[in-house]
């Protein structure tokens, strides 16, 4: 059995425009590592109905699931939810049981639910919704994208509310070895290694620091037993090599 | 006229699996942003060769510009070279030039170039080096392709060297304006100015802090009289309204 594979698309002109550093993203990634999905490809596209379309297009067949993250509040720029409809060809529209929720947000229940409020409440027909605890204002799962809001604070809720209800798969365990020697040194036999187990993957990541440098080695794989052989492995023949 | 616009690639398992958090691509969006390159799109894919190929062919056609982060050091998941290679179908093989600025790098120069770290030479045809003054292992400029290193000390430098190079655009001006008010009663009187500048991007960035909400709202554009404008109109209509 192979792990489900997961895309990502983040939605937000302020990550591109580099005024907001992502969180949802290596939220979620380490999310689902834990649980065996495989985050195997992201996409940062800008509020725009093209770009949002076709991403969602392009992963939701490309991959077992697809998340995203941003543009499903009240204001002009929220348009998340339509270009989810559009991407699948089904209508949108305020439906009752996500104004039911969105009305307990409010002191006089559905009577504050003014134009802009019952934005949140459009919904692609067909879609199921996932709980906002934060905020009330739903996500939801259309087939297989789970649309969910931008504000960390309410994305990490949706998450947990969300990834029990998903098939999850084997996680993969990984050992990280810190070597002390330059990368030119370690990839000859690191690489011979990587050969010698075709389950695992091998990651180096270098570092520079002052007055040194070096790499954290990574192995990655389901079995527990084989990840410690190689670790043995490039004890001997990378550090001590 | 319009600003360039650029594509980013993010190479590596490292951001996919959750273990590392993005720097390159934060560091990258802002410095495009502030000499008028629209960073209009952002992809981070596996070390794998498909999937590098594809992003690569897919951004450069659709940007001015494409920079890539990561895989290009000298161990056996560092495929980059190859896959841009690959991707303008051209050859790769260890350059002169490339060994030359590598061999500084060690006290018996270009004796010292083990086959690792030759890896680190091989450039493309047809591509132009990029400077690393850092670990001196070079980046490269493949037409409007830009490959750089992951190690965000390294990436930063190469960066340093490189926007210089670049055709530059207009740096788009922004101005933030706190809103003490729920998103749903900014939505109707924003989107409205909205319309009203139609050179303008306004954002609406909503936040939950213990204790109350509110949104910053961002005014982006290039003409910073207009923007003083819309500003104007958002204190008077959307704070006061």
Redesign the interface.
């Known amino acids: 059995m192979t792990n489900p594979t997961a895309g990502m698309i983040v939605i937000g002109?302020?990550?591109?425009?580099?005024?907001?550093?992502?969180a949802n993203?290596?939220?979620?990634?380490?999310?689902?590592?834990a649980i065996g999905i495989?985050?195997?490809?992201?996409?940062?596209?800008?509020?725009d109905r093209d770009?949002i379309i076709g991403a969602v297009n392009a992963l939701r067949h490309a991959h077992d699931m697809v998340f995203t993250s941003g543009g499903i509040?009240?204001?002009?720029?929220d348009i998340t939810a339509d270009c989810i409809a559009a991407a699948f060809g089904v209508g949108i529209d305020v439906r009752e049981d996500a104004k039911a929720v969105l009305a307990t947000n409010y002191p006089n229940g559905a009577a504050d639910l003014?134009?802009?409020?019952l934005?949140?409440a459009r919904i692609p027909d067909g879609a199921d919704l996932i709980e906002n605890q934060?905020?009330k204002a739903p996500g939801f799962s259309m087939q297989n994208v789970h649309v969910m809001a931008?504000?960390p604070?309410?994305f990490t809720c949706m998450v947990d509310w969300l990834l029990p209800r998903l098939a999850q798969g084997t996680p993969?365990q990984?050992v990280t070895i810190n070597a002390n020697l330059p990368?030119?040194?370690?990839?000859?036999p690191?690489?011979k290694i990587?050969t010698e187990f075709p389950d695992l993957?091998?990651?180096?990541?270098?570092?520079?620091e002052d007055g040194g440098?070096g790499a954290n080695l990574?192995i990655?794989g389901a079995d527990s037993t084989q990840i410690a052989r190689a670790e043995a492995a490039i004890r001997t023949r990378v550090l001590n090599g």
Chains 1, 2 share one sequence.
């Open positions: 002109d302020e990550i591109l425009s580099g005024r907001t550093r992502d993203m290596y939220h979620l990634a380490g999310r689902l590592t495989d985050l195997a490809e992201v996409r940062i596209v800008a509020d770009q509040g009240p204001t002009h720029d003014t134009e802009a409020r934005r949140m934060v905020s931008g504000v604070r309410v993969v990984s990368e030119s040194k370690i990839a000859g690191l690489g990587a993957t091998f990651g180096s990541y270098p570092y520079y440098h990574v990655r």
